[in-house]
Every structure is written in structure tokens, then in C-alpha cells.
Nanobody
Framework: QVQLVESGGGLVQPGGSLRLSCAAS????????MGWYRQAPGKERELVAT???????NYADSVKGRFTISRDGAKNTVFLQMNSLKPEDTAVYYC??????WGQGTQVTVSS
């Protein structure tokens, strides 16, 4: 059974930081490239960052230099460290495995 469980969202002021976590089932984690996507109200879901099984990363231009994706094999978890957050980062953030499976999403709101 595929499980992707996100956590770590919340309300933060502009310029603040949050770290999102995505806990995956072991069989999926060790065989999958992983990614974070987001969807703002009235907009399409968009890629934020991806990380391959060997740790190669890719970022959307809008988050380069501010967000960092990483993965921990001992915990079967993918992280998204988000720094210097802006109001336009407000969205529901979704974890993805292998381009196929999705988590339930976690809300991130950046507002003063």
C-alpha cells in the first residue's frame, strides 16, 4: 500500500521559514524519485522541487536559493526546507512519488 503523509505546514510571516516532511512507505521511498508540488487557489498545480533516488535535485526558478529538498533513507522521509518565504508561496503543498502517487497535502500560508 502506497502511503505518503505530509506534515509541517502552517501560518508564517513573510521572511520566515518552514520545513515540510513527507513520510513514505519503505517500498516506495527506496525505488522512487520524489518531489514537492504546490497548488494555490485558482491556479494549476506546479512543480516546486524534485530529488532523485541518488540525490540529484531540481527546483522551480521561483524557489531557487530559498528552498532545499532532501531525503533521509533511514526515515523514508523527504523534506522541503523553505526559507525567506513570500506571500506568493501560499499554497497547498503536495508530496509526490515517481510522478504517480500523491499525499493529501499540507497548507502553507505566508501572511503578516
Amino acid at each position: 500500500q502506497v502511503q505518503l503523509v505530509e506534515s509541517g505546514g502552517g501560518l508564517v510571516q513573510p521572511g520566515g521559514s518552514l520545513r515540510l516532511s513527507c513520510a513514505a512507505s519503505r517500498s516506495i521511498f527506496i525505488t522512487s524519485d520524489m518531489g514537492w508540488y504546490r497548488q494555490a487557489p485558482g491556479k494549476e498545480r506546479e512543480l516546486v522541487a524534485t530529488i532523485t533516488r541518488i540525490g540529484r535535485t531540481n527546483y522551480a526558478d521561483s524557489v531557487k536559493g530559498r528552498f532545499t529538498i532532501s531525503r533521509d533513507g533511514a526515515k523514508n522521509t523527504v523534506f522541503l526546507q523553505m526559507n525567506s518565504l513570500k506571500p506568493e508561496d501560499t499554497a497547498v503543498y503536495y508530496c509526490n512519488a515517481r510522478g504517480t502517487w500523491w499525499g493529501q497535502g499540507t497548507q502553507v500560508t505566508v501572511s503578516s
